[in-house]
């Protein structure tokens, strides 16, 4: 039971300073943390796009969201909006938070929408949506005070962030609370003969880094769990075929869309986050069916402003190391396994971890009860996640390229078929506890990607006729007051935290 005392972060980037800002916050003084970086060692600094529980970790840190939106060059984001991906020509929108109101009957609202829908009722169930609506109209805006109904609930919503500027800004926050970062190369890792402790880091300079516990944030390499250790990696790129992205940043948009785009492409797909100071763009793709060149020249062709810079080409595979803890060393982000980044969910993988490993923070020796859990936990999250970024290319109408035909008919996981079978009946999948995505989401992807649910829960026949109408009635007239009341994106933004970049260009 010898307690823990110095921990060392191996690799710095998103992943390395957001595990550095939580150890300095959680942990106090009671423990050393070290970071080592290189500035020879470049990070993948793209436009970063995130999900709600950003939130979340935003308050562990406790830190003020207007100071970090300023910071970060960052916009607000309500969802994604899927262009092309069921069918050319055709848009859905995958929205955060609810769908509709709780009707306090044990079963999804979703299910008495597809009864009133099937009955000659509005299709578009993003009417329900106060995230939704507000994208669709350009607006933005936290909890507010209405003399009708008081507070009112808050909008869902995540950030659009440069990723280079928030690791600086975790590492200035991470700095204030005591953390060391050491410059430099890693030539060599020492290791405990008996116990196969990582016991210390040999550095380029001839100096020696010791710790009690590692966290690997080196990137793909995995320069301790897999380098140390040989992990093992779990392949997916059956599935997940995408290996390459092409990035490139873009002017600053016009008008600052409270959302992130994806646009299906001919071998893969095409983002865009807007930011307060440029836009952040990529195409995410394929080499099987089209080259780094091509694809390289279709993404600047096709940008809705001029290029800041050249194309920068990234490669990649889907997957994760079997074991993301062994012994006293911990992956975290690229280290751990890779998702591409069509849900934003890469830096919520960080937060997930980091928030298990706090969970079950271990004394020196790292009972490997606490281990296997850790793997067993964070393996569930990497699965679930990964089912429903493969639904995206498998539930599609579309053949027109060799890609979109491999990827309608590929294989899939069978614990993916078995969502699929159950939406297609009846307008549910049934997520575990734990899983990330809910039922709105899974909704707003398989339906929006054109799985039409031959039925819904009969339980929803229950409530008289008359009486779902009003519900329902009084839920959308709610919502278009919500979004009524609130600024636009732009409005909001000037208002309390516009950035140094976006003030000088306005």
């Given at each position: 039971?010898?307690?823990?005392?110095?921990?060392?972060?191996?690799?710095?980037?998103?992943?390395?300073?957001?595990?550095?800002?939580?150890?300095?916050?959680?942990?106090?003084?009671?423990?050393?943390?070290?970071?080592?970086?290189?500035?020879?060692?470049?990070?993948?600094?793209?436009?970063?796009?995130?999900?709600?529980?950003?939130?979340?970790?935003?308050?562990?840190?406790?830190?003020?969201?207007?100071?970090?939106?300023?910071?970060?060059?960052?916009?607000?984001?309500?969802?994604?909006?899927?262009?092309?991906?069921?069918?050319?020509?055709?848009?859905?929108?995958?929205?955060?938070?609810?769908?509709?109101?709780?009707?306090?009957?044990?079963?999804?609202?979703?299910?008495?929408?597809?009864?009133?829908?099937?009955?000659?009722?509005?299709?578009?169930?993003?009417?329900?949506?106060?995230?939704?609506?507000?994208?669709r109209e350009m607006k933005f805006g936290r909890a507010q005070m209405t003399r009708a109904s008081g507070t009112q609930?808050?909008?869902?919503?995540?950030?659009?962030?440069?990723?280079?500027?928030?690791?600086?800004?975790?590492?200035?926050?991470?700095?204030?609370?005591?953390?060391?970062?050491?410059?430099?190369?890693?030539?060599?890792?020492?290791?405990?003969?008996?116990?196969?402790?990582?016991?210390?880091?040999?550095?380029?300079?001839?100096?020696?880094?010791?710790?009690?516990?590692?966290?690997?944030?080196?990137?793909?390499?995995?320069?301790?769990?897999?380098?140390?250790?040989?992990?093992?990696?779990?392949?997916?790129?059956?599935?997940?075929?995408?290996?390459?992205?092409?990035?490139?940043?873009?002017?600053?948009?016009?008008?600052?869309?409270?959302?992130?785009?994806?646009?299906?492409?001919?071998?893969?797909?095409?983002?865009?986050?807007?930011?307060?100071?440029?836009?952040?763009?990529?195409?995410?793709?394929?080499?099987?069916?089209?080259?780094?060149?091509?694809?390289?020249?279709?993404?600047?062709?096709?940008?809705?402003?001029?290029?800041?810079?050249?194309?920068?080409?990234?490669?990649?595979?889907?997957?994760?190391?079997?074991?993301?803890?062994?012994?006293?060393?911990?992956?975290?982000?690229?280290?751990?396994g890779f998702l591409e980044p069509l849900e934003s969910t890469s830096i919520h993988l960080v937060q997930a971890g980091?928030?298990?490993?706090?969970?079950?923070?271990?004394?020196?020796?790292?009972?490997?009860?606490?281990?296997?859990?850790?793997?067993?936990?964070?393996?569930?999250?990497?699965?679930?996640?990964?089912?429903?970024?493969?639904?995206?290319y498998k539930v599609t109408e579309r053949e027109d390229t060799e890609f979109w035909k491999y990827c309608k008919h590929?294989?899939?996981?069978?614990?993916?078929?078995?969502?699929?079978?159950?939406?297609?009946?009846?307008?549910?999948?049934?997520?575990?506890?734990?899983?990330?995505?809910?039922?709105?989401?899974?909704?707003?992807?398989?339906?929006?990607?054109?799985?039409?649910?031959?039925?819904?829960?009969?339980?929803?026949?229950?409530?008289?006729?008359?009486?779902?109408?009003?519900?329902?009635?009084?839920?959308?007239?709610?919502?278009?007051?919500?979004?009524?009341?609130?600024?636009?994106?732009?409005?909001?933004?000037?208002?309390?935290?516009?950035?140094?970049?976006?003030?000088?260009?306005?």
């Amino acid at each position: 039971m010898e307690p823990m005392r110095d921990v060392v972060i191996v690799g710095g980037g998103t992943a390395g300073w957001m595990a550095a800002a939580a150890l300095a916050k959680t942990l106090g003084a009671t423990h050393r943390v070290t970071l080592i970086e290189s500035e020879e060692i470049g990070t993948v600094g793209v436009g970063e796009s995130t999900i709600p529980p950003i939130i979340l970790f935003n308050k562990l840190l406790g830190i003020n969201e207007d100071e970090f939106v300023r910071e970060t060059n960052a916009t607000f984001k309500l969802g994604i909006e899927f262009v092309d991906w069921a069918r050319l020509g055709h848009t859905y929108f995958h929205n955060f938070g609810l769908l509709g109101a709780d009707l306090h009957t044990g079963i999804s609202f979703i299910h008495y929408w597809m009864r009133w829908m099937r009955s000659g009722g509005d299709p578009d169930q993003l009417r329900f949506s106060s995230e939704a609506q507000a994208a669709r109209e350009m607006k933005f805006g936290r909890a507010q005070m209405t003399r009708a109904s008081g507070t009112q609930p808050n909008i869902n919503y995540a950030f659009q962030f440069d990723a280079s500027t928030y690791a600086a800004y975790l590492r200035r926050y991470s700095e204030r609370r005591g953390v060391v970062r050491k410059e430099g190369r890693i030539v060599d890792v020492r290791q405990n003969g008996g116990s196969g402790f990582v016991e210390a880091v040999e550095m380029q300079d001839g100096s020696v880094v010791r710790g009690d516990f590692f966290i690997d944030c080196s990137g793909f390499r995995g320069l301790l769990i897999e380098g140390a250790f040989q992990a093992g990696f779990e392949d997916w790129s059956h599935w997940l075929p995408n290996n390459r992205a092409a990035a490139v940043p873009a002017e600053r948009m016009p008008t600052i869309t409270p959302y992130t785009k994806a646009q299906a492409r001919e071998a893969g797909w095409q983002w865009r986050i807007p930011l307060q100071h440029r836009t952040g763009n990529g195409y995410v793709y394929c080499d099987s069916f089209i080259s780094d060149d091509e694809a390289a020249r279709l993404l600047v062709e096709r940008l809705e402003g001029k290029a800041l810079a050249d194309p920068k080409t990234l490669r990649f595979k889907a997957g994760r190391r079997r074991k993301s803890w062994i012994k006293n060393v911990l992956a975290l982000g690229l280290s751990s396994g890779f998702l591409e980044p069509l849900e934003s969910t890469s830096i919520h993988l960080v937060q997930a971890g980091l928030t298990k490993f706090l969970d079950l923070f271990p004394h020196r020796n790292c009972d490997p009860i606490l281990i296997d859990l850790y793997n067993r936990e964070m393996a569930f999250q990497y699965e679930t996640i990964r089912d429903f970024i493969i639904a995206h290319y498998k539930v599609t109408e579309r053949e027109d390229t060799e890609f979109w035909k491999y990827c309608k008919h590929m294989s899939v996981p069978d614990t993916l078929n078995a969502k699929l079978e159950l939406f297609r009946t009846r307008a549910e999948v049934k997520p575990q506890n734990g899983d990330l995505f809910s039922e709105v989401s899974w909704f707003a992807v398989l339906y929006g990607q054109g799985i039409v649910p031959a039925g819904y829960h009969p339980l929803a026949d229950a409530m008289p006729e008359d009486e779902l109408n009003l519900k329902l009635a009084r839920i959308r007239a709610a919502i278009k007051e919500r979004v009524d009341g609130l600024p636009s994106h732009r409005e909001f933004i000037a208002s309390c935290c516009a950035s140094e970049a976006l003030v000088a260009a306005e």
